[in-house]
């Protein structure tokens, strides 16, 4: 089991206190767009995905984000297939 793979289930078990470091690792690995100009703001987004997720680096991210985080990765894995 990759790193990845260990984030994500434990994202999806508890979407609590995560920090942005951890949904780069799982961005960068699914090949998940991440932007940042500067600000105090993330936006992740994929190709063929329906929409982007928007996430405040704050230290914790509210689980409310990591719950759009995780259903753009799981479009993210629908269109690579």
């Known amino acids: ?3 990845r793979t260990k984030l ?3 994202m999806r078990n508890n979407p609590r206190d995560w ?3 951890d949904l780069l690792v799982v961005a960068n690995s699914l090949d998940i767009e991440c ?3 500067g600000g105090s703001h993330h936006v992740f987004s994929f190709p063929g995905a329906e929409s982007d997720v928007t996430v405040p680096a704050h ?3 509210k689980p ?3 719950r ?3 259903l753009l990765v799981d479009s993210a894995k629908e269109c690579r297939k």
Do not use: C, G, S, T
């Open 1 to 3: 089991m990759n790193k």
């Open 8 to 10: 994500l289930d434990a």
């Open 19 to 21: 920090r942005i470091e």
């Open 35 to 37: 932007r940042n100009n």
């Open 59 to 61: 230290r914790p991210i």
């Open 64 to 66: 409310v984000y990591i």
């Open 68 to 70: 759009q985080f995780l």
